[in-house]
Nanobody
């Protein structure tokens, strides 16, 4: 059983910054190959924000250049530094991991960008 625990998030003004973190805990015997972040705004589908795989980092076009994802593979942790936040970034952000072909999701952390 793998548990993803998110932290960070909150309310920030447009143009501000936030950092959210995720730690994978549980019976993890292997390094998690894919780990990253998705988000879901009210009334919209869940979408990829950024993720790291064994070979590359992927960013959504909407966040490229503003968000930076970083991994600590030894600790099975992933962070997302979000800069120059916009109101359209408001959403619940979910940590996602793939281990041995199985998908795992965190419960989500709310990010609200508003003046």
């Amino acid at each position: 059983q793998v548990l993803l625990v998110e932290s960070g998030g909150g309310l920030v003004q447009p143009g501000g910054s936030l950092r959210i973190s995720c730690e994978a805990t549980g019976n993890i015997l292997l390094t998690i190959a894919t780990m990253g972040w998705y988000r879901q705004a009210p009334g919209k589908q869940r979408e990829l924000v950024a993720e790291t795989t064994a070979r590359r980092i992927n960013y959504a076009d909407a966040v490229r250049g503003r968000f930076t994802i970083s991994r600590d593979r030894g600790e099975n942790m992933v962070d997302l530094q979000m800069n120059n936040l916009k109101p359209e970034d408001t959403a619940t952000y979910y940590c996602h991991a793939v281990l041995s072909g199985q998908d795992y999701w965190g419960k989500g952390t709310q990010v609200t960008v508003s003046s």
